[in-house]
Nanobody
Framework: QVQLVESGGGQVQAGGSLRLSCTASGSTFGGYTVAWFRQAPGEEREYVSDTRWTVGTTHYADSAKGRFTLSKDRSYGAIYLKMNSLKVDDTAVYYC??????????????????WGQGTQVTVSS
């Protein structure tokens, strides 16, 4: 069992930056793919970024490319999502998740077993 806790959300003006954090308890990220998703009101949960905890390429949704950076701190057991040049459309609850998806399913929420409680990001114009 992995318990995930996100933090770092908040309210920011368009063009600003935030860094989200996700830590695990009960187990570690080892062996898993770790990912960020987001969900805006009335919308489906949307993939943002993922990477394997050990080795592997980091992937991004088109909406995140060039603006968001997923990073890992293995010594601390945390993942981060640095978000720059935020837009109003980035407003959502952001979730970290872990699972063992195959390549074709890594952008699907159904491929992830454990989820954090989410952290709200609000971008105002």
């Amino acid at each position: 069992q992995v318990q995930l806790v996100e933090s770092g959300g908040g309210q920011v003006q368009a063009g600003g930056s935030l860094r989200l954090s996700c830590t695990a308890s009960g187990s570690t990220f080892g062996g898993y793919t770790v990912a960020w998703f987001r969900q805006a009101p009335g919308e489906e949960r949307e993939y943002v970024s993922d990477t394997r905890w050990t080795v592997g390429t980091t992937h991004y949704a088109d909406s995140a490319k060039g603006r968001f950076t997923l990073s890992k701190d293995r010594s601390y057991g945390a993942i981060y999502l640095k978000m720059n040049s935020l837009k109003v459309d980035d407003t959502a609850v952001y979730y970290c998740a872990v699972g063992r998806p195959i390549q074709s399913t890594r952008t699907s929420p159904r491929a992830y077993y454990y989820w954090g409680q989410g952290t709200q990001v609000t971008v105002s114009s």
